[in-house]
């Protein structure tokens, strides 16, 4: 009887547990910390002179000798939580945004802070008793600082195309400065190394009660290589531009060959090249198509590195999405099964009646050992239970650096395949037509060099804040993950090597769309066996009710995250600061992306869980 009492009560528990996801995470882990992050930039940096009296009530607080942004920010949350408590599961505290560039006085002495903004910070900490993410922001986005069109006027602080330094360009109509993570000699980076140590410093002044609030570091934010049309021009198509060129990054690049071959004669092997030394060797910056090469290693594309990619998107209605693949054949020999998962906003707003995104599919083909010729890509929909649909053939050619007339390869047969009907939709974004693809592996070395650019330039300011009272905090990155875009050329970013596991800084990743409740994102996760990693921006551009937000939370949880941020709008007393809002930032009055929806979900996650009746 008791044994039978105690499977009895086993059962129910696991019930218990498995309807109500959080359980799990107050039995095996500390609460996942929800981390909104609001604007406070109006509020941390009014300036020293200005009269309170004269401001509105709620920028009072954050001007004077004990001006913060703590009654601000409490405000906001307030109306995300009405009631400040823990949940088993959840602690909500907030990302304190600090624009790093607005810390520096631009019309000071070189080194020069504003030190009210700096103290504001400073006391927006010590007045919140919440714990909170600090974000560290200084990237290409425009905050409006002074200093940024000073800094603009030396070439010095752009990244390099092969056409020389990168003009200003805009994003949303909004200034966008592309600035160099090729050097850290240079006056951007003084800037942002003199901003974090004076902050830094001011913190070291608190109670480490109140420094301990700090639960992690996020650094600068999207850190990644440039290239013009920066809006538009992530894709494969149009010209092929990307940096660093500049001749200190050149100079490295010849470096870095030499480390990695230590002879030139080893090189000329690898490459099948005639260099007299590292010297001669300038990195791929011609395209064989429309410029004449020097030599055959100045090739450089979206393909040169050795990748083409297989991308589309596929609709079909007569089977569960979840378990819909697109099967790749190369001359006939099935290589690859695509899974038809990943997000495609521009369908979706094309084809808001699919009530999806999720449609889009991506195999990339190292064709670096494929013979000379042209080969056949056949494309087929696969569903369990269901006969192949035949999506299409691409011709393709894999050229020599002669340029010769490539030949048919032999091809296996296909196996029979269904026609599609008349509602499944799709298309075949990648290759083009009767494409030619010429493999340099000179590109290959330099996609990896470019790629070391960028973790080297986080790890310098990872180094800075080690180097302060604020080592023992957890230090994350605030990186995108541009290969779960179907459309999108992650090698023109490369971030590759910032996205792997590193010893000292911890990921931090934006997700957007089906990474931020789907499971590529954590199957890439689980498999480089990372313990850890934080959420630095979360959007999940469709409408979630709580359960299902939930279940999301839960699964990151169970993963390793340790805090989840999201942008919201800043309110006091209730009420929007600012009229026109962020279009991502969960909010009632933001239809947006489903924002209105996610944000009363989550308020529905925060709020006191009832008792069962």
Not at 324 to 336: E, P, W, Y
Not at 359 to 382: C, F, M
Not at 557 to 578: I, Y
């Amino acid at each position: 009887m008791r044994a039978l009492t105690f499977v009895v009560g086993l059962v129910g528990l696991l019930i218990v547990v498995s309807s109500r996801w959080w359980l799990w995470s107050a039995l095996e882990l500390k609460p996942l910390l929800l981390a909104p992050m609001m604007d406070l930039n109006i509020c941390l940096m009014v300036p020293a002179s200005a009269k309170v009296d004269e401001l509105p009530d709620w920028q009072k607080p954050c001007a004077g000798p004990n001006g913060s942004a703590a009654p601000l920010v409490e405000s906001t949350l307030r109306f995300l939580q009405a009631k400040p408590m823990d949940t088993a599961e959840l602690q909500l505290g907030y990302t304190l945004h600090v624009p790093l560039l607005h810390l520096i006085d631009p019309f000071g002495k070189p080194g020069a802070v504003q030190q009210q903004a700096i103290d504001n910070v400073a006391r927006t900490i010590q007045d919140n008793p919440r714990p909170l993410i600090l974000y560290l922001f200084s990237t290409h986005f425009s905050i409006d600082a002074s200093i940024e069109r000073e800094l603009a006027k030396d070439p010095n602080n752009f990244a390099f195309s092969s056409q020389g330094p990168l003009p200003v360009d805009s994003y949303y109509s909004q200034p966008l400065y592309p600035w160099t993570v090729a050097r850290t000699d240079n006056s951007i980076t003084r800037a942002r190394e003199t901003a974090i140590r004076a902050l830094a410093g001011k913190l070291c002044e608190m109670p480490s009660q109140a420094r301990h609030r700090i639960k992690g570091i996020t650094l600068l934010g999207e850190v990644h290589q440039h290239f013009p049309d920066f809006q538009g021009g992530m894709g494969f198509q149009g010209d092929y531009q990307v940096t660093d060129y500049s001749p200190q990054s050149v100079a490295k690049f010849r470096r870095f060959l030499q480390s990695r071959y230590r002879e030139v004669s080893r090189l000329n092997l690898y490459l099948d090249s005639d260099y007299g030394s590292f010297e001669e060797v300038d990195p791929p910056g011609k395209n064989i198509r429309k410029d004449t090469l020097t030599r055959f290693q100045d090739h450089v594309d979206s393909y040169a590195a050795g990748t083409i990619p297989v991308t589309g998107w596929l609709h079909s209605p007569h089977s569960d999405q979840g378990k819909q693949s697109v099967r790749v054949f190369l001359n006939g020999k099935a290589i690859a099964d695509a899974p038809v998962h990943l997000g495609r906003q521009d369908v979706r707003v094309a084809h808001p009646e699919f009530n999806t995104a999720d449609l889009g599919w991506r195999y990339d083909l190292d064709y670096r050992r494929l013979s000379t010729g042209i080969h056949q890509i056949d494309l087929a929909l696969v569903r369990p239970g269901q006969p192949s649909v035949n999506l299409g053939t691409r011709t393709l050619s894999i050229m020599d650096r002669r340029q010769l007339t490539p030949l048919p390869v032999p091809m296996l047969p296909l196996p029979a395949m269904a026609l599609p009907s008349a509602d499944t939709l799709f298309y075949v974004d990648e290759p083009k037509e009767q494409q030619s693809y010429f493999y340099n592996a000179l590109a290959q070395d330099w996609n990896e060099f470019r790629e070391q650019q960028v973790l080297h330039y986080i790890e310098y300011f990872n180094n800075v804040v080690a180097e302060t009272c604020l080592a023992d905090i957890p230090r994350y990155t605030h990186q995108i993950v541009p290969q779960y875009n179907p459309g999108w050329d992650g090698g023109k970013y490369a971030v590759g090597a910032s996205l792997k596991p590193h010893a000292n800084i911890a990921s931090g990743v934006s997700l957007y769309g089906e990474t931020s409740y789907g499971d590529s994102f954590l199957q890439w996760i689980r498999k480089d066996g990372r313990r850890s990693y934080g959420i630095t921006e979360f959007h999940p551009l469709t409408a979630m009710n709580a359960q299902q937000l939930g279940d999301v939370f839960n699964n990151h949880h169970q993963n390793g995250a340790t805090f989840l941020s999201f942008f919201v709008e800043t309110r006091w007393k209730g009420q929007r600061l600012f009229p026109t809002g962020n279009l991502f930032a969960f909010d009632p009055d933001n239809p947006e992306h489903a924002s209105d929806t996610l944000f009363g979900s989550v308020q529905t996650l925060l709020a006191p869980k009832r008792a069962p009746e």
